[in-house]
């Protein structure tokens, strides 16, 4: 007999690719039109995030309850919470629950215990529970940017630096990082804010979260690109916690590097964490994981410098001098120093710009393509200055060459302008090639290429971004 399934939906993406997922598999395998009994109860988003924002995962379990009532009222046998970030209510949630849970991920942590011996992770370790846990660590939460800096250099390199958290803690549950200290800056009024200086520049805190970039005035006015690229980042309540600094910050993703400890070994590791290969570039001696941080081209196209505080003080770096081209850590910074601002010079009155981002799930994920685009237009509507830097390519954001050369002089009203976008497009196609270091099939992310810098420079001209598929 089959189930009846309850599904709890919290972001209506999340919720509408859930029941989508289930039908399309169950499908394959009952057949055309075959699909269990499913019920899905849905509750405002905008109440969810209250909480969130607040971090009372019991106010987020409370709205969780809610929704199982309702599924066990309309008959379902179990539920399935398909929303990544609300799963952290679920101590609270499991223990009064009228219906059991389904967490896929443990199921399938389970099935793999059952199989084998070698399901020794430090996850299985630590305890009865297969959920991924973090490891141990001692926390300390400095008041000024001078004391975190101290204990940074304290504690030496076993030491970490915590902003928002979205991207370290799932690392550090994958035993990417496994730190004896994690210094937050969370409690640091002076990397907070987001103000214009006399001389024009806009200085965006690091700690300055996503949302707060997407929806502040003087970034929408000064910086757009920016904010349309912070707007796509992840969903909505990692953009409540996730911050601008550690965007810029953001560890390079691949494939075979971001799962678990339990994945990673059964493949022998490779060389960004714990082994010598790449599975990548067969044979080949450098990491190309990829640059996946959506701000980073962006703040690229607007000419932005970091602001880092350290040991031996202050100093400013040009942010295309910032990265390397290397995946094992692709950024010019030291253990110790903490990105404190981002400056943003003065753009023109007819400065415009646009991001364009290709993802799988538009409700959640990375990118398998970002592209900047910039367009600096004089009062008749001629292009003065342009630029182009595509990311989720390689180790490095890439800046499209002879963009400037193709669009000067260009008025955007007009045909040449159409023109001009397509042999930019094609000239973007040759010159990037992803890899197939993140998910997405290579070939197809490099024919995305001129659709999406087509497209997201049409936008920068029509102020319509950002460029989006869903
Ligand atoms: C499901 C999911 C989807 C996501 N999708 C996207 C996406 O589409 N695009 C994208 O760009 N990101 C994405 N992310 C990653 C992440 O949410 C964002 O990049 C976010 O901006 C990271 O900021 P944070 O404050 O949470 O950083 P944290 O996780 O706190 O830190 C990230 C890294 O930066 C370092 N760090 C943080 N702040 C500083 C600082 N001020 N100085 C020095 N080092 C610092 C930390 O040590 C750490 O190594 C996603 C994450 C998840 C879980
Ligand atoms: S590209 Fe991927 S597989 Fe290769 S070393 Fe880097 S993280 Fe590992």
Known sequence: MSKHIGIVGCSSEGAALCYRTICLEAESLMGKHAHPEITMHTISLAEYMKPTQEGSWQGVAELMLRSAQALKRAGADFLICPDNTIHQAMPWVVPNSPLPWLHIAEEVAREAGARSNAFGVAAARRGSSLMLRLPKFEIARP???????????????????????TDLVPNMKHELFTPDLVVSLAEIPEL???????????????????????????????????????SLIAGPQLRSMGTLGGNVMLDTRCQWYNQTYFWRQAL??????????????????????????????????????LEIEGPNGRRSVAIDDFWLADGIFNKRIDHGEILAEIHIPPTPRGHRGAYGKLRDRGSIDFPLLGVAA????DASGAIEHADLVLTA????????????????????????????????????????????????????????VPVYVRRTLIAAANGTGPVHHI
Do not use: W
């Not at 800046?399 to 973007?428: P, W, Y």
């Open 374 to 377: 910039r367009l600096d237009v």
């Open 393 to 448: 390519l390689a180790a490095q954001p890439r800046r499209v060459k002879r963009v400037i050369e193709t669009l000067r002089g260009v008025r955007i009203d007009t045909d040449d302008f159409t023109r001009a976008v397509d042999e930019v497009a094609t000239s973007a196609h040759k010159q990037c090639h992803p890899l197939p270091n993140i998910p997405g099939d290579h070939d197809y992310r490099r024919e995305m």
């Open 143 to 165: 008041r000024q940017l001078s004391e975190a800096v101290a204990l940074l250099a304290e504690c030496g390199p076993s030491s970490i630096v915590i902003a928002g958290g």
């Open 192 to 230: 907070r804010g987001i103000r214009r200086e006399t001389d024009g520049t806009l200085v965006i805190g690091a700690m300055s979260s996503l949302e707060q970039v997407a929806a502040n005035e003087l970034v929408l006015e000064q910086a757009p690109v920016l904010a349309q690229a912070a």
């Open 268 to 305: 022998g590791f490779c060389m960004k964490k714990d082994g010598s290969l790449c599975h990548v570039v067969e044979g080949g001696g450098k990491c190309v994981a990829a640059a996946s941080n959506d701000s980073a081209p962006a703040l690229m196209t607007l000419g932005a410098t």
